[in-house]
């Protein structure tokens, strides 16, 4: 159990149709990130939430992507319109704790976009 | 240049020998995360370091805050230790290293 849950784990989907990806975060973590990571490469932040506040997005966060953190606590992650290069894990991360060094990391939702 | 650079890209070893994977960074910091991913998976935790040393069964990460550098090792390695490792580091947002990409043959 890494604190931090993320739903579905796998998604298989055709081009076009729109998916939308869930992470439940550790209730005092109150800074939320989401990367994506394509196979052979690291992960890439697409955007950040300290509570419900989206601080920071990423250019890779085109139009089609948007992000929501209702309440400062679960958030989802959508995507319209998919297409194939969207096919990747999603990670979810948060950040907390008293120095707000604790991290955990989610398992990640790996979209496949056929 | 990327924040967090991993040495080496890909690593392919004897079962039972002594592996090292590097990582240098250069933005300053509040803690460095080893994480593991096997195929198809999602990342584990492996160690959080934001001082000296960690051990954990045949695995050990060290750090060294005036050099901006950890060193992930694993001693008598296995074939189920063939995944991908990731350095990451936090500040106020996660920087990640490209990984490095293990594989132990029998």
């Known amino acids: 159990d890494t604190g931090v849950s993320q739903d579905p784990r796998h998604k298989i989907t055709k081009r076009g149709q729109n998916v939308t990806f869930r992470c439940d975060p550790i209730?005092?973590?109150?800074?939320l990130y989401w990367y994506r990571q394509t196979l052979g490469q690291g992960p890439e932040f697409l955007t950040y939430?300290?509570?419900?506040?989206?601080?920071?997005k990423s250019r890779l966060l085109s139009d089609r992507f948007s992000a929501e953190r209702p309440k400062g606590s679960f958030s989802t992650l959508e995507i319209q319109r998919t297409e194939q290069g969207d096919s990747a894990m999603y990670l979810c991360?948060?950040?907390?704790?008293?120095?707000?060094?604790?991290?955990?990391f989610g398992q990640g939702t790996r979209l496949t976009v056929v | 240049k990327n924040e967090v650079e991993q040495s080496p890209q890909n690593l392919t070893a004897q079962e039972g020998e002594f592996i090292t994977i590097n990582c240098s960074y250069s933005?300053?910091?509040?803690?460095l995360h080893w994480l593991q991913q096997h195929p198809g998976g999602g990342i584990v935790s492996l160690f959080m370091l934001s001082s000296g040393k960690k051990k954990h069964g045949r695995l050990i990460a060290t750090i060294n805050i005036q050099e901006k550098h950890s060193s992930l090792h694993i001693t008598a390695s296995h074939p189920r230790d063939s995944a991908v490792y990731i350095c990451a580091v936090t500040g106020n947002q996660f920087y990640f290293g490209t990984g490095t990409s293990l594989t132990v043959i029998p």
């Open positions: 933005v300053g910091i509040s803690a």
């Open positions: 209730s005092e973590h109150n800074r």
């Open positions: 991360a948060t950040l907390g704790g008293r120095l707000g060094t604790e991290a955990f």
């Open positions: 939430f300290q509570n419900e506040a989206q601080l920071e």
